[in-house]
């Protein structure tokens, strides 16, 4: 009897093991597939959002910079990190603006990897350190900001397909050109839609102040005009002196200006500030300038950003 039971057992042992290593090689074949799909990494939460509408299914898309960030502060885990090493394809702004992961993406380029500066293939603008023309301004390094301006990201769209087919092998080149070219309807539907809204402004009221210098692209584009910033810088890592105060105070009194636009992913305390300078008399207005939010929570896409922004800006500066 001991023996018959020993002999159960050990078919019973043998029909275990044997569904064991059934599904333990079904579950290394899929782990397998998913590690030998192609992989593109993209710094910011802006570029992912552009990145995903391009790749589509055809690789896996790894945005690293949490929604709600600033890109001129966020770092990478040591996780993150190795991703960039893994990656078929990088692509990041560049242009200074990821300050904490730059170095990351040099360190994967150097062992090998592809990378795509999107920023310095949009024909960058360079922003200035003064307010308004006056003796202090002074041209400053390029302006990383170029997404405010929809025809550069059309542009910058159209060659990350390029980089997408080049660089990304087992792609099917002819779904992510396809991609493409549905995107840049909806881009170029976009540039449409905030001409025929910034057609409200008087030309008069045609001047913008913000936090930081960040939509110089978009005041080039549509024709808008710079009158400073209360951080007189290209990143929110700068912070203002009393006499940029000032001189900012200075030159919204004489433009007539009494409204200032601040960006959703940055505390408005020193827009704040600026509102006592000037007596009270300054509304604030909140845009999502640097990073996207969640799904659902107002600039979940790039297309849903810029249109909440242009409507923001439109009703500021025209008081509708």
């Known amino acids: 009897m001991s023996v018959r039971v020993g002999a159960a057992r050990i078919r019973a042992l043998l029909v275990t093991l044997v569904s064991f290593f059934a599904l333990a090689g079904t579950a ?3 782990a397998g597939g998913d590690g030998d799909r192609p992989r593109v990494v993209v710094t910011t939460n ?25 890109p001129h502060s966020f770092g990478l885990s040591a996780v993150q990190a190795a991703e960039l090493e893994n990656a078929d394809l990088i692509v990041y702004n560049g242009l200074g603006l990821e300050e904490n992961v730059l170095r990351h993406v040099a360190a994967a380029r150097e062992s090998g990897v592809a990378t795509f500066a999107a920023g310095e293939a949009a024909d960058p603008l360079t922003f200035h350190t003064g307010q308004d023309g006056g003796p202090e301004d002074e041209a400053g390094e390029p302006d990383p900001h170029f997404w405010t301006d929809p025809d550069r990201v059309r542009k910058a769209a159209g060659l990350i397909a390029d980089q997408v087919a080049e660089h990304v092998d087992a792609v099917d080149e002819k779904a992510v050109r396809a991609n493409a070219a549905r995107y840049d309807g909806q881009l170029a539907d976009l540039t449409t839609w905030m001409e025929q809204s910034f057609a409200a402004v008087p030309e008069n009221r045609r001047a913008l102040v913000t936090n930081h210098h960040v939509f110089g692209y978009l005041a080039d584009r549509f024709g808008f005009r710079v009158i400073g910033a209360v951080i007189p810088s290209g990143t929110t890592l700068a912070s203002p002196s009393s006499s940029d105060l000032r001189s900012l105070t200075r030159a919204m009194e004489k433009a007539g200006v009494r409204t200032v636009f601040a960006d959703s992913s940055q505390p408005t ?28 929570k107002g600039a979940g896409t790039y ?18």
């Open 269 to 296: 305390k020193l827009a704040e500030v600026l509102r006592q300078e000037m007596g009270g008399d300054v509304d604030v207005v909140s845009l999502y300038s640097e990073s996207l939010t969640e799904k659902g």
């Open 28 to 30: 290394t074949g899929c």
């Open 303 to 320: 297309l849903e950003m810029m249109r909440a922004n242009t409507s923001a800006m439109a009703e500021g500066l025209t008081g509708a």
């Open 46 to 70: 802006i570029l992912g959002d552009i990145t995903r509408e391009i790749v589509g299914d055809e690789a896996d898309v790894s945005v690293l910079m949490k929604p709600n960030a600033d």
